[in-house]
């Protein structure tokens, strides 16, 4: 393992309960100042020790795979959401630029309220330009969706623009952004390798199943630094090598998942039966994806 992992899992420290996403990203946003964290790996590492639900584990990561797509992003601590999705059924007219002011809806904000601002694209794809919105702009309303049954802790709500002006936009430059569907996969596992060897520390601490614990850990850390050596290639650049991770990290996964479900990982707080029944295949659900990428 290398050095800068060891050092994070050390130096992060354990943060739970984060009963909601004001905690999380309160907690996020302290950690990664006060360990001047700036690259994504190390985000989305942070992001996943952090975390004591599922929800977090892809809360974390996506603000890391949206770092490592747009690196002039700031990254001072702001919460950001790509903003891609439009309405299939034309309903809610998509995003348009009209004689230079936006108008139209997005579909999908992950993080609603608590995002700081918005990369949208012009109509759902990255080809039309990414812009970077205030989610505070006057001209900008967030609406709230009900939860659904996935991830249900993180809001994930529509939004709307009204005529902003295209001069309080920032044009990024996308040329990554064409990696986003790889950048999120890679990330979440990044954050759910972090994720799996603090809650197996939380067990293993409570003397619980301490040697199966021992056992997920060691190959979690073993991952990581595959994981790590991916990334420094470019984390688009290995397919093959990111789906080998993506299919070890959900083995690990559902070892865990398999003490906390029947009970045998005991009365610890922080693992939450219904979190694993709910949310657990947010480890495995990349796994079609990326292997149709090969096809």
């Not at 790590?228 to 070892?255: K, N, P």
Request: proline letters at 4%; glycine letters at 12%.
């Amino acid at each position: 393992m290398s050095n800068r992992i060891q050092s994070l899992i050390e130096s992060i420290p354990d943060a739970s309960p984060l009963v909601g996403v004001i905690e999380y990203k309160q907690a996020w946003q302290n950690t990664l100042g006060a360990n001047g964290l700036t690259d994504p790996f190390e985000m989305a590492l942070m992001g996943g020790l952090l975390a004591d639900r599922l929800s977090w584990v892809f809360a974390g990561a996506y603000q890391a795979a949206q770092h490592g797509c747009f690196p002039a992003l700031s990254r001072l601590g702001d919460w950001y959401s790509f903003a891609i999705s439009e309405d299939r059924g034309r309903l809610f007219p998509g995003t348009t630029i009209t004689d230079g002011f936006l108008t139209g809806y997005k579909t999908w904000v992950a993080g609603g309220p608590m995002v700081d601002h918005i990369i949208v694209t012009i109509g759902p794809a990255i080809a039309g330009g990414c812009y970077l919105v205030p989610a505070d702009h006057e001209r900008v309303t967030i609406v709230e969706k009900p939860p659904g049954d996935f991830l249900s802790e993180l809001p994930q709500d529509r939004v709307t623009f009204t005529g902003v002006p295209m001069g309080d936009t920032t044009e990024l430059d996308h040329s990554h952004a064409v990696h986003f569907g790889l950048a999120e996969p890679y990330f979440v596992m990044v954050a759910g390798c972090g994720y799996l060897s603090r809650q197996s520390a939380r067990i293993s601490a409570a003397n619980v199943e301490v040697e199966a614990m021992e056992e997920i850990n060691a190959g979690v850390y073993g991952v990581l630094k595959d994981l790590e050596s991916l990334g420094e290639s470019g984390f688009w650049s290995d397919v093959a090598g990111l789906i080998e991770c993506q299919q070890a990290v959900t083995q690990y996964g559902r070892r865990l998942a398999a003490l906390v479900n029947t009970g045998d990982a005991g009365a610890v707080d922080a693992i939450l039966a219904e979190d694993w029944a709910l949310n657990g295949k947010l480890l495995g659900m990349y796994g079609r994806g990326l292997r149709a990428r090969l096809e």
